[in-house]
């Protein structure tokens, strides 16, 4: 286990010492605090659509820092060389995956913090208003939805050969599931045969990751969702996460490592 | 014979800055681009519009709290809420049904993803219609035309949010950039009857509404029957103006003429038959003649 959280550890200390995320951070805190700035009709109490704007950059900051920061993590190590050394020493390449999927999530989820903390202090001085459940909800959520993310990215790195590739078909896919997965069944209602199986085939295989997207419930304020269906949700976003692990176990065992 | 850099450099520059003092007053006439006074006409000229239909979407989805179908969900095309909420419609049962666009859960993805999300018909109340108007600010912004942005807008400040100075200047401003709307000139007079109850202001603009109205369909039948309703509420809202005066003569006259055009002419005529019996009970002073 102390292998894992070593390696999980260079990956933290990489994601800070890179500018990925403070640029993201300035970009999200920049374009809120302008949009939040503005004058509708002399009222100051309007305050959802700066929740809006800045959930949505948040979601689109988090997926991006999860993507780039796990796609460039086994190509890197391959690249530079400094993997041999790694497993000579006594890492698995089990550890190794482990370390670099916990490093990365890990990360992401310090940065998710960041990025709540500015929200809450934005929302909060507007609205006077602090709903931390509610926060710490989709915090945990769309941290648990990132798990999958960052999965289903490592298992792309060790498919195609550049860490570009592997993120632009990743955000490709997330993007692709967020907003349409949800709704495939209804499509498939519509299809003739055998569109119609095909889909269905797909929206039963494919991680609902829609489902972790509560942003709707932060910014009208619609209460908290159950604790229970919060837990269920976990446990699904983990078993996703262990299959997409497991399959990219199965490929880097046998996978050979010169570049 | 080799040639300084710094001359060849200032020889470019001087280039460019005759070119560019001789370019600039015709390029400016090239597009109306620049001459715009908002930041959106600056950035994306006459192709802003094509947001402004999203943007009041925006301000639907906001007055429903996020209960929204997606393009993808099945749903009958109509008028938008915030539209009928400001022409006075409240939901029916079957209106309610209607607007349950989910159904019942088609599988179990379906039915544990709506533990997530917003699955309940609500419209904002309570002082949070507010929260709609940066979406109808912008929308009025992206394309000046839209006259339904005002009218709603002037709607949900004046109605709900108790602001009629600001409905009046959103109005107003609807009003510079469609200077025909006889939809702004209804709800601009709604604004002088109802909120600031002066009667003469109101009786001016619905008349100049009237006028607006007949300018725009005189030739066109067609027209002249699609937007009959509005030629309705206008007379009925004069017929009622004129009643409350006592101007009882005039408020059979718009009453009569609002019944050639309404769906409900019944109904019309009852309150006619009301006044016709108020006028033979009290003999009103003020039974001038109609316009």
Known sequence: MNTIWALAGIVIKELYRRKDFYVLFVLTALITVAAGMVNFFDDPKIVRYVKDICMLLIWISALLIALVTTARQIPAERESRTIFPLLAKPVTRGQFILGKFFGCWLATGMALLVFYVFFAIITGSREQNWPWLMYLQAIWLQWAMLAVVIALSLLGSIITAAPSSTTTICFIAVAGILLVGGHLNTVALHQPQPLQTIFYTIYFLIPHLEWFDIRDRVVYNWGLVDWLDCVLATLYAAAFSGLFLLLTWLGFRRKSLNT | ?291
């Open chain 2, 1 to 291: 014979m080799k040639a300084s850099p710094y001359l060849v450099l200032a020889l470019v520059l001087t280039v460019c800055f005759t070119l560019a003092t001789g370019i600039e007053p015709r390029a400016a006439s090239w597009s109306s681009r620049n001459k715009s006074n908002n930041v959106f006409g600056v950035l994306f000229g006459d192709g802003r519009r094509i947001f402004a239909n999203q943007f009041f979407t925006m301000a639907d989805v906001y007055f429903h709290s996020g209960y929204y179908p997606s393009v993808f969900d099945l749903r009958e095309e109509g008028q938008k809420e915030i539209v009928e909420e400001s022409h006075g419609h409240t939901d029916s049962p079957e209106d309610e049904i209607k607007e349950d666009f989910l159904g019942k859960p088609k599988d179990w993805i379906d039915r544990f993803g709506r533990h997530f999300r917003i699955t309940k018909h609500t419209h904002l109340g309570g002082g949070n219609e507010r929260e709609m108007l940066p979406w109808l600010r912008l929308a009025a912004d992206m394309d000046p035309q839209k006259i339904e942005t005002y009218t709603v807008g002037s709607f949900f400040l004046r109605e709900h949010l108790n602001r009629p100075r600001e409905a009046e200047a959103f109005l107003r401003e609807g009003l510079r950039n469609n200077p025909n709307s006889y939809e702004i000139l209804f709800e601009l007079g709604r604004l002088y009857d109802e909120n600031y109850h002066d009667n003469d202001r109101a009786r001016d603009v619905w008349l100049l509404a009237l006028d607006r109205w007949d300018e725009q369909f005189k030739n066109d039948p067609k027209g002249a029957k699609e937007n009959k309703l509005a030629y309705e509420g206008i007379t009925v809202h004069l017929a009622q103006l004129e009643r409350e005066a006592g101007n009882w003569q005039q408020a059979i006259h718009w009453f009569q003429i609002a019944q050639k055009v309404s769906p409900d002419p019944n109904a019309l005529q009852q309150r006619i038959d009301e006044i016709k019996k108020k006028m033979a009970a009290q003999p009103s002073p003020t039974n001038s003649q109609p316009y």
